[in-house]
């Protein structure tokens, strides 16, 4: 059996094949059970992904700017060739900060928001005025997480942090076993008002209790990396001796 | 490019274009963000998706450039060993031996741009010398100095394998 070429299933799956050629593979498809599980993978993936409407806004509602994070030679005051991907030069980014966002954060972090008002003994270290939400897409559901919210292997994890004014920004997970991560490549500069950072984190099997730490301000460096490196070399202590001036803190439980 | 019609794109097109992103990154986090420079790319200069003949091709090179530039930002440090993703991308009906293609992909960040994209054309996606040159636009010769010099590459890593391969 001649299988079709991965890249004529991925075309098939995006609807992307003119027609005869389209035809010619739904028919292989039908008869070949690998080509099947390809498909079917791919259909389970694109289930998981961001919903379409949200992800479109985010960019249209951004001005089409391109996310600073990603630090591409294009994202700002740079050259971009104009052979590149074909596209024109004479439209670069301005510097304006990209926004990411699904339409569910705003509700999300609006509830956070109460619960911080509400409960305001949880064992966090705020800086006053600065707060964040973690957000947890299982499948398709989406949820802004309390303290002491659950996770599991597969969920994936997003940070939306809330700032009174432009400030650095940092974060990190560390896990039971400290092992530490870095949220983000590097600190990163964030403006005023409620912002999801970039990219996201995807619990990993076995699940294990985190801590997710972010920090602000001068405490958005490596020193604090350092610091909480250190921390949880040995295992992370159970008081909040070890929390480093300048962050917040959420732990996240294990279902 | 209307939001509507980007979110169209976003749906048909989002998950192959985030897949491809994470093979060549081998990070889901930057592949997220590269996901969003590609579709912030396409809301802007949409024109070129609308008239290309292959909208999934159009969208893969704009994606396999952010991939590059990215790459060339960050080095290797954010990248993850091959063996800690995901390989589905890997093991369909290829061409090539599997080890041939984790190779490729390991080399892909001693190599200049071009020379990226014609290792990922020719040991990922099994295009012929023929067929990368109609690609990407340049002629044969161009496509068989690069893969030669790929095989250089694979030779300091004490590897003859792309060299045999190409």
């Known amino acids: ?255 | 490019m209307t939001e509507e019609a980007l979110a169209e794109a976003y749906r048909r097109f989002g998950t192959c274009v985030y897949r491809r992103c994470r093979l060549i990154l081998r990070n889901e986090i930057a592949a997220e963000d590269v996901v969003q420079v590609v579709f912030t790319k396409l809301w802007r200069y949409g024109h070129g998706f609308e008239q290309a003949e292959s909208k999934l091709a159009w969208l893969y090179r704009v994606a396999e450039r952010c991939c590059f530039d990215w790459m060339d930002r960050a080095g290797s440090r954010a990248t993850e060993p091959l063996e800690q993703i995901d390989r589905s991308a890997l093991t369909l009906h290829a061409k090539h031996p599997v080890e041939v293609r984790e190779l490729a992909l390991r080399l892909l960040e001693r190599l200049e741009d071009r020379g990226k994209q014609v290792a990922l054309l020719h040991f990922i996606d099994g295009l012929t010398q023929e067929e990368i040159a109609q690609a990407l636009g340049c002629s044969r010769q161009t496509i068989g100095k690069e893969l030669k010099r790929l095989g250089e590459h694979a030779a300091q890593l004490g590897s003859e394998i792309l060299r045999e391969e190409a």
């Open chain 1, 1 to 255: 059996m001649s299988h079709p070429s991965q890249f004529v299933l991925e075309r098939h799956a995006c609807d992307d094949l003119p027609a005869g050629e389209a035809a010619t593979t739904r028919q292989h498809v039908s008869a070949c059970p690998g080509c099947r599980r390809f498909l079917d993978r791919l259909l389970e993936e694109t289930q998981q992904r961001p919903p379409a409407a949200g992800f479109a806004g985010a960019i249209v509602r951004a001005g089409g700017v391109v996310p600073a994070s990603a630090e591409l030679p294009c994202a700002e005051g740079e050259q971009m060739p104009r052979e590149r991907a074909g596209l024109p030069h004479d439209a670069r980014p301005t510097g304006r900060r990209w926004h990411r966002g699904w339409t569910a954060l705003a509700a999300g972090l609006t509830l956070a928001a109460a619960a911080w008002l509400l409960f305001p003994g949880r064992p966090t270290n705020r800086l006053k005025g600065a707060g964040f939400v973690v957000h947890r897409q299982r499948g398709q559901a989406q949820e802004a997480l309390p303290t002491e919210g659950t996770i599991r292997a597969g969920d994936a994890l997003r940070l939306v942090v809330v700032v009174p004014e432009a400030t650095p920004i940092a974060a990190w997970s560390v896990d039971r076993a400290g092992r530490l991560d870095r949220w983000l490549f590097e600190p990163m500069s964030v403006p005023a008002g409620e912002q999801a950072l970039p990219g996201s984190a995807v619990v990993q099997s076995p699940c294990q209790d985190l801590l997710v730490v972010v920090a602000t301000g001068a405490s958005a460096s490596m020193a604090t990396e350092a610091r909480l490196r250190a921390a949880a070399a040995g295992g992370l202590p159970g008081d909040s001796s070890w929390i480093p001036p300048g962050t917040m803190v959420q732990r996240l439980r294990c279902e």
